[in-house]
C-alpha cells in the first residue's frame, strides 16, 4: 500500500558513472547523507536528508554506461502492470517492462509521447520519499515538452489527473507561456506542471521532466554547486512560489533548487483546462 495517492510523485534516483563524486556533490549542494550500497540491487545507494530518505544515486546498470546521467522520477500506481498498459494505451513507450525489486516494490520505465523519461513504482516495503516540500528533500517537479497536447493527453489517460491552466493576467513575462498544473484528488493536491518549451530552449534539448529540491538558500545552493563544477542555466529568479534556480551537475544532470519560503509577488491566476 502506498503513502503516495495513485499518479503522485513518490521517488527519485539517478544513475552516475562517477557515484562518488555525485555524493559529495549533492552532500555539499542539498546537505545529503548516504546509507550503504546495496551490491544486490545493483549498488543502489539511498540519500537522507535529517535521517529521512529522499532520493538515491546508483552506477549504470550494464548496457546503459554511455547514457547520460539523468534526475528520473516515480509516480506512484497500485498497479503497475495495469498502468504499464495505460501508458502503452495512450502513446507512451515502455523502457522496462514491470518488474519486481525484492520486497521494496515494483518498477517500470516509461517515455510519454514527447520522449520525456519518468518511472512507475508500485510500493513494497519501500513507500517512497519519507520527506517533501522541507530543505534537503524533493518538492515539485515540471514536465518541459514542445508537444503539450499530446503531454496533457497522455497524463490524463494514464494517471487520474484533473488540469488547470496558468492565466497569464498583466505580468509581461508570463505573456504567451503555456503552463499547466495536474492534480490528483482535487485542485488542493497539485503534483505536477507541465511547460510548454520555447524557442529559448536549444534545439537539440529533448522533453525532460525537471525535479525541483527544497533548500534553505537558493543563492548559497547555487555559489556551492557552481564552486563543485555545476552550471548554472537560469536564475535565481524571484516567483510567487519562492526563488529558484536550474541547474545541471558536473556530470550533467539536470535538477532545480528552490527556497519557498521566499516568495516574490500574487499567485497566478488559474483556470480550468
Known amino acids: 500500500m502506498s503513502d503516495f495517492p495513485e499518479g503522485a510523485p513518490c521517488w527519485a534516483d539517478a544513475m552516475f558513472k562517477d557515484v562518488e563524486g555525485a555524493k559529495g556533490f549533492y552532500g555539499e549542494v542539498l546537505g545529503w547523507t548516504f546509507g550503504e550500497s546495496s551490491g544486490e540491487y545493483g549498488n543502489y545507494t ?22 547520460p546521467s ?34 521494496f516494490g515494483s518498477m517500470a520505465l516509461a517515455k510519454e509521447p514527447s520522449g520525456a523519461v519518468f518511472g512507475v513504482w508500485q510500493a513494497g516495503e519501500h513507500h517512497g520519499f519519507e520527506k517533501t516540500a522541507e530543505p534537503g528533500a524533493y518538492c515539485w517537479a515540471e514536465l518541459f515538452t514542445r ?20 492565466e497569464p493576467g498583466d505580468d509581461p513575462e508570463a505573456q ?19 511547460m510548454k518549451m ?4 536549444p534545439k537539440e534539448i529533448p522533453s525532460y521532466v525537471q525535479i525541483y529540491f527544497d533548500v534553505e538558500d537558493c543563492d548559497d545552493a547555487v555559489a556551492k554547486a557552481r564552486k563543485l563544477g555545476g552550471r548554472l542555466h537560469f536564475g ?9 534556480a536550474a541547474l545541471t551537475d558536473p556530470q ?3 535538477f532545480a533548487v528552490i527556497d519557498m519560503r521566499t516568495t516574490v509577488g500574487d499567485m497566478p491566476k488559474m483556470s480550468e483546462a
Open 147 to 166: 508537444r503539450p497536447d499530446a503531454a496533457d493527453d497522455f497524463l490524463k489517460k494514464v494517471f487520474p489527473y484533473s488540469a488547470r491552466k496558468m
Open 252 to 254: 550533467g544532470a539536470a
Open 198 to 201: 520555447g524557442e529559448e530552449f
Open 46 to 67: 539511498q540519500a537522507y536528508s535529517g535521517g529521512k530518505a529522499v532520493a538515491a544515486v546508483v552506477p549504470p546498470m550494464p548496457g546503459t554506461e554511455d547514457a
Open 176 to 194: 504567451g507561456m503555456d503552463f499547466k498544473v495536474f492534480s490528483v484528488g482535487g485542485t488542493d493536491n497539485p503534483v505536477l506542471g507541465r
Open 70 to 103: 539523468a534526475w528520473c522520477l516515480y509516480f506512484a500506481s497500485s498497479d503497475v502492470h495495469e498502468t504499464a498498459e495505460k501508458i502503452k494505451g495512450a502513446g507512451g513507450t515502455l523502457l522496462m517492462e514491470p518488474m519486481q525489486v525484492g520486497p
Open 236 to 244: 535565481p529568479m524571484d516567483t510567487p512560489f519562492g526563488r529558484f
